[in-house]
Each structure stands twice: as C-alpha cells, then as structure tokens.
C-alpha cells in the first residue's frame, strides 16, 4: 500500500460524498469527516517539523496513537505477572488486596521459577514460634529528650505538591490509625498532614521549606515553631534521595499554588527553587553540628538524615566525623540514618537519574550498616531503609541485611488506588494521587482511601509476623543476614551473611582495615572536615591534561 494511499482516499471519497450529499443530505456527515481527514493530511504535507508526517500524511497520526498508548498495552496484555517494571502486576495485586483487607492468598504454587539465579527465600524453622502482637516497634533516639516508638514499617518521604491535598489526608489518616508514622518530603508540613493528627517525620531539604529565609537559607525560628509541634515526632535531613540524588529541583513559578506558597514559606509568582547541596553546612563535621542544633531546637526530638549512598569518601567523611565526636561530643551523633536506594522514587527525575546515579539500596545499607558496626556506633544509631519495599519479605530481607525499620512511598501509594500509569510528572494522574487538579483528586474518597492505607499496613506487618513465627524468631530485630538465602546459579545457593563482606564490632577502629574494598580504598583518606575527593583520586584526574 502507498504511503499516499489514506490520504488520497479521503480526498477522493470527500468528493464522492459531496456529489451524493447534493441528492441525499445525510451524505453531508460523511463530507464533513473525510473532507477532515483530507485537510489534515494537507496541513501533515505542508507542514516541516515532522519528516514522518510528510511522508506518511494521516498514517503518521496512527502511530503516534499507538505510541500514546502503548505503556498501557505492555502493561494489560503482554506483560507478565511478574515482570517488574518497576513494580509487577503480582506485587500490586498484593498491595490492592491487603489494602482492600480482602484474601491474599495464592493458588496452585508460585509464579516463580524457585531455581532462576536471584532467586530468594527465608528458611523457616521445624520449631516456630507463635506472636500474638504484630505491632513491632523500634526506639529512636533513647537518649534524647523525646524518644521516639516508631513502627517497622513507615510511610516514605513524598511531599505535599507532588501529591495531591486529598492523597496527604488519606495517608496521614491511615498514619494515624495504624499507629506509624508519615513523612512529609521536603515539601513542609501542609494543613494536609495535621487535618489527620498522624505521626509525622519532618524532612528538611536543601530549599528549606517551611522555616527559610527569603534567600533560600535556615529560618531557625520558623523550624523552632514548626518543631514544637506535638504531632511532628522526628527531624529528617535530606541531604539526597534515591529518585535522583545530586539533584536539585524547581517547581515553576506557575504551580505554585497560595497552598504550596503558604506550606513552604515561599513568594508566589516566583519558581520554587530546592538547590542541590545544602547551605547551613558544607563539612562532614557541620552536618552533626546542624543535625544537634536541630535536635536542641525542636525540643529534643530524634534528628538524623536520609542519604542516597554516592561517593564513598563522602560517606566515609560523615562517618570520621561521628568517630570524632562519640567519645568527646555525643551530643553530635544523630540519632538515626535512612538510607535510600537508587531504585527508589516517586518524584519525576531526569532519565539518566533514575536509570544510573546512586547506589542501590542492598549495598548502600550494607555500607552504612557495616561502618556503624566497625566504629562500635550501631547500638547508638538506628537505620532506616527504603527503596521498593511492597511485601513482608521485603521488610524481612531489608532489616536482615542491617535495618532497624523501613519505609515505603509507591507502596503507600498503591494503597490509594495508584495503578502504575506512569504519568506522575504530568498533572494527570488519572487516580488523583500525584496531581495538583481538583477535578482529578477530589474524586478520591478520603475516607476510604484512609482505610486502606492503615489495612495495608496492618496486613503487611501481620505477614511479616508469621514469617517471623515459621522461622522461630519473636521479633524483626532477631533477623540476620543467614537467615535470607539467594540461589546465586541453578547449583549454588548462598546466604547474606556468607555473599556479603559484614564487618566485627570495633573492626575500623584497630589498626588493620578489614578486607573489604571500600573501607580499604577510602578510609584511610576520608575526613571529617571535608567532602572533597582525596587528594590521591585528584591527581588521577588531571592524567588526561596536556
């Protein structure tokens, strides 16, 4: 068939309407739609920008509507229950039907292939145990003023603007009746989060927003009344996210709303600019400094940070300065690290952000983990984790391999009725999650949703109890890295404890650097009053100057 061949058809069947329209008026609908179509593909031949739609005038129009909808063809009909992209058909269907506290039970076996490599499993125990309570908590900050019981399980960081106003009602809500906590993003506290009376984590980004200057710089006053807020339980410095760590961020001028305006104490009719590095610290050393004033300044609330794992000597910097000050200045040790993986993320980011900065979760966690236990420091700190955290083995592999609890943001979101349409960055969530139009999220029943957030919660921690009890454990805290096993080939399985390098108590503070290539390479070189490269890897990057 000609590439002309619907082009020149509608002309010719536009005419040969118009004739019979002169006889017989209905014809005249006909005229309408292929004189149309017939002008369409004039204006397609006449027109530059696009080479497809010259040389294809009216057929180009076809592939751009199976293009449009072609994520929702993959999605409905070609792919597999268990492809991951980025979350399965099988890993939403358990969210909606926990959420919806309907039977999540499976037929018939698994849809796993049990002998694939990265295949993962927990060995239960021939003497389980029984729980009755499945509401594990974990203390953060015991020794601050206001010690904090937070639930294993944790809404992550999503803010007020990239969710709707009706999206932050349901999750404080469900927050609040399941008894864990909501993090509010970087995004501040709306009028939103406090309509629930749920927990909250309070992040505090780069931008400042909710206690800034008109500069962009640290309002300690604005924080200090902010803080005191009895529903505000911790503090979160966000020094990166997963999504895209590095980055900044600017909401334009035009989406920001009086709502947004007032939540993150910024002029309307200016972009919202969230900088990438922070201004109230530059050192490793200032961080803890910063992370104690904030503590003194709320009262005595636990107060910590949430990083992305990049650079190795940045982190290893933090970590010198922590060995500084655990004997000298306790007071500067935070009270607890989330770590963030590279695979997580609800907030739109550049392609190349999602797809290859930032290390994954796993090892981002071991890392952190490893150096708290090295420098005699893990009892102190506890460790939060994210990143694509949906079932209860998910929970279990994650604080097996170093966390003391986790959180979870698509999860949650899913837990609303989400359904995967990836269009979060365009305003037109089809589900009224992720838009700022009151005729997409005001159709989203808060009360219901509400519901389903707590049962999602609820049900998810009750698995992770009975995976508990079928394995002989009491509790998330008695999990270790042997007790999680990985087929690494179609004949050798592995634990975590024997795949990965896990370092002894007091192993960084001896002499002699353990045999792992991070703490050999860096440690030695790290410091704590800079983030800066070591000097060995400077001259590495000057070898290509003439």
């Known amino acids: 068939m000609s590439r ?21 008026p209905q014809a005249w609908w006909g005229v309408a739609v292929f004189a149309g179509l017939a002008l369409l593909g004039t204006l397609d031949m006449l027109q530059r920008k696009s080479t497809l739609r010259r040389n294809y005038p009216l057929l180009a129009h076809f592939r751009y509507g199976l293009e449009t909808i072609g994520p929702e063809i993959r999605q409905y009909f070609i792919q597999a229950d268990t492809d991951k992209v980025p979350f399965s058909r099988e890993q939403r269907a358990l969210v909606y039907q926990r959420a919806k506290h309907v039977n999540d039970v499976r037929p018939f076996g698994t849809l796993r292939n049990v002998y694939d490599t990265d295949y993962e499993w927990i060995n239960h125990s021939i003497a389980p145990v029984e729980v009755a309570d499945h509401d594990f908590r974990i203390l953060i900050g015991a020794s601050s003023k206001q010690p904090y019981s937070a639930s294993v399980f944790n809404i992550s960081a999503m803010s007020f603007g990239a969710l709707s106003a009706a999206a932050i009602r349901a999750l404080n809500g469900g927050a609040k009746r399941g008894g864990f906590y909501h993090d509010t993003g970087e995004g501040s506290i709306s009028p939103y989060h406090r309509e629930g009376g749920g927990d909250l984590v309070w992040e505090l980004g780069s931008g400042y927003f909710g206690c800034r200057n008109h500069d962009g710089s640290f309002n300690e006053k604005r924080f200090a009344e902010q803080a005191a807020d009895p529903q505000v339980k911790m503090i979160e410095i966000k020094l990166s996210q997963g999504a895209k760590p590095g980055h900044g961020g600017v909401l334009p001028a035009a989406k920001v709303s009086p709502e947004i305006a007032a939540t993150r104490d910024v002029p309307m009719g200016q972009d919202c600019v969230s900088p990438a590095k922070h201004s109230a610290f530059s050192t490793p050393l200032g961080l803890l400094q910063f992370v104690a004033h904030l503590r003194e300044r709320s009262g005595g609330k636990p107060t910590g940070f949430k990083l992305a794992i990049g ?79 949906i079932s209860a083995f998910d929970l279990a592999r994650a ?36 838009t700022q139009d009151p005729k997409r999220w005001k159709h989203l029943d808060v009360p219901d949703k509400t519901t389903r957030v707590a049962e999602y919660h ?13 394995a002989g454990l009491r509790h998330p805290d008695e999990l270790g890295p042997e007790h999680i096993l990985r087929r690494v080939s179609q004949t050798q399985v592995r634990s975590l404890a024997s795949l990965y390098h896990f370092l002894e108590p007091g192993e960084l503070l001896g002499g002699n650097l353990p045999d792992h290539a991070v703490f050999r390479d860096y440690w030695d070189e790290s410091r704590s009053d800079t983030f800066a490269a070591p000097e060995r890897l400077l001259r590495l990057r000057t070898s290509k100057a003439t």
């Open 399 to 434: 604080i097996a391999m170093g966390a003391d609890w986790c959180n979870a943001a698509r999860g949650f979101m899913f837990s609303l009725g989400c359904i995967q349409s990836l269009s979060c960055h365009t305003n037109r969530c089809p589900t009224g999650i992720a």
């Open 311 to 389: 650079h190795p000597w940045e982190w290893l910097g933090i970590a010198k300065a922590m060995e500084e000050c655990a004997a000298s200045r306790p007071e500067l040790l935070p009270d607890f690290i989330v770590v963030d993986g590279a695979e997580g993320g609800t907030g739109a980011a550049p392609s190349e952000f999602v797809n290859h900065v930032g290390v994954p979760m796993h090892e981002g966690l071991l890392l952190v983990h490893n150096t708290l236990v090295g420098l005699n420091l893990r009892d102190r700190i506890k460790i939060g984790a994210a990143g694509k955290i």
């Open 4 to 24: 002309y061949t619907a082009y020149a058809a509608s002309i010719v069947l536009a005419l040969v309407l118009l004739l019979l329209a002169l006889r017989f």
């Open 458 to 470: 609820d049900n998810t921690v009750r698995a992770l109890r009975d995976l508990l009890c079928a």
